[in-house]
């Protein structure tokens, strides 16, 4: 027999921390699979872990910040955006990453998205797209699809929901993509990405919530919706995708768009330098 081999550390040990383990993450959420994504891209990044920082909010995907081995900030509610511009404004050398959920980015923290994007602050945002407020038991948000069930919409929200790569897009982000947890390679990779790229960067990373989303909506569990993302992802090569393409409705059969929206070279904010005069 071949001998049994016992590896003491996992490559990822460096940047998760693994005494924090099990995570509180229901069965079948998609965010663990992102952080994984996002902590496979800080190795393969060469960029010194002493210079990554994470900052996130409130809510299920908030929780990413602490099981980083990195400098970690657990914001208050819809302001990791503001106060990741202020690390980077202050130590410009700084890798910062914004990691959080579509309720706190999107819904209390979305003037400081567009803003951030406006202004082309030199942060990297991954936004985990759920649908709904996770961790407060299934709420309605500012991304659940037109005529999708919630807690506080029992007959279907009425409401359209933000299509999030065309509004950062309009916004002025130098990157924007959306994928899904099933497009692990290329979540990683285009994390990575922009880690080489300056100016505002939006990833959107579609995952399942099958506790909070699945159970309003007749999806049985987490792979039921990934098996959903499998079937309807379609690749769009060039960006050139009208807006109502993009809108997502899981209820129907109709295509989910991933890939890169948007990928130019504006040069990112710099703050003015008051004139001193002798």
């Excluded at 952080?35 to 496979?40: D, E, G, L, S």
């Excluded at 100016?199 to 309003?216: D, I, N, Q």
């Amino acid at each position: 027999m071949s001998p049994v081999i016992v590896v003491d550390q996992h490559p990822l040990d460096k940047v998760i921390r693994s005494e924090r383990m099990p995570h509180i993450w229901c069965p079948g959420c998609g965010i663990g699979i992102a952080m994984r994504c996002y902590a496979q891209a800080i190795l393969d990044s060469g960029i010194p872990l002493e210079k990554h920082v994470i900052v996130s909010g409130i809510g299920c995907t908030g929780r990413v910040a602490g099981y980083m081995k990195l400098d970690s900030y657990h914001t208050t509610h819809g302001r990791a955006i503001p106060f990741a511009i202020g690390l980077k404004l202050a130590n410009p050398s700084l890798m910062v990453t914004v990691f959080s959920g579509d309720g706190d980015l999107v819904s209390i923290g979305g003037n400081h998205l567009i803003h951030a994007a406006r202004r082309n602050m030199d942060i990297k945002v991954v936004c985990i797209n759920n649908f709904n407020y996770g961790m407060t038991g299934g709420q309605a948000g500012p991304t659940t699809p037109k005529g999708a069930r919630a807690t506080t919409a029992p007959y279907g929200n009425p409401e359209l929901p933000f299509n999030l790569p065309y509004l950062m897009a309009a916004a002025g982000a130098n990157f924007v993509s959306r994928w899904t947890t099933i497009h692990i390679r290329q979540v990683k990779d285009d994390i990575g990405y922009v880690f080489q790229r300056r100016g505002f960067a939006f990833l959107e990373v579609l995952a399942p919530c099958p506790v909070g989303f699945g159970k309003s909506n007749n999806i049985e569990d987490g792979l039921e919706e990934m098996m959903l993302y499998r079937q309807r992802s379609v690749l769009v090569r060039d960006g050139d995708v009208r807006a109502d393409e993009l809108v997502i409705d899981l209820r129907e059969n109709v295509p989910i768009y991933v890939g890169r929206f948007v990928d130019r070279d504006r040069p990112p904010y710099q703050p003015m330098q008051a004139e001193v005069r002798s």
